[in-house]
């Protein structure tokens, strides 16, 4: 956010040195709350974000689930949890390295993030766990257009559809292999 403030006097008055030194302190009081308002937000959003992902963190998550179970059940409507976690991670650390391990999970973030909507929330359950939360949405039901997920090929004891061919096709080979849907609540 920037601006500039523009200030008029009609004629024949003009602006003297006390208007001016005025000006100057108003526009360095401006000045300071812009950069105040910049450096809040900067710590509003690391407060609810995991650093290495970018998903929403576990406190936010428990905040914000708890506002979606009590909407849930006072109007009655569906609600569908996703609870994911990555298959082999551990190798994964121990075989490529933990910058291996940070990529595959920024990964598996980038491509949840493309498979949801805008009411949905992609959030870091813990070490290699997600959980998407998906108002609006019955068990079993799949929100997007997209074919089961993850494709046949990939092996998983729960099919889950809420992404397109395109977005897992975007998820890089040693992410796709982690990720193992664990259960649906």
């Not at 008029?8 to 003297?16: E, H, L, T």
């Not at 995991?50 to 179970?69: C, K, Q």
């Not at 992609?122 to 257009?145: D, I, K, N, Q, W």
């Amino acid at each position: 956010m920037a601006g500039a403030p523009i200030v008029f006097r009609d004629a024949p008055y003009v602006f003297d040195e006390e208007d001016r030194l005025m000006f100057i302190q108003v526009g360095k009081q401006l000045g300071q709350a812009l950069v105040n308002t910049r450096i809040h937000e900067k710590v509003r959003v690391e407060a609810i974000t995991d650093g290495l992902t970018g998903a929403y963190n576990r406190r936010y998550l428990d905040d914000f689930l708890n506002i979606e179970v009590k909407r849930s059940q006072r109007y009655q409507r569906p609600m569908s949890i996703l609870l994911l976690d990555m298959d082999y991670f551990h190798a994964c650390n121990e075989k490529a390295g933990h910058q291996a391990g940070d990529r595959a999970l920024r990964d598996v973030v980038q491509l949840l993030n493309l498979g949801v909507r805008s009411v949905d929330l992609v959030a870091r359950y813990g070490g290699e766990e997600f959980m998407v939360v998906l108002p609006e949405t019955e068990a079993g039901r799949r929100h997007g257009s997209g074919p089961t997920y993850p494709p046949p090929d990939r092996k998983s004891s729960l099919p889950l559809r809420c992404f397109n061919r395109q977005h897992w096709e975007l998820l890089p080979a040693h992410s796709a292999k982690m990720i193992h849907p664990a259960r649906m609540i």
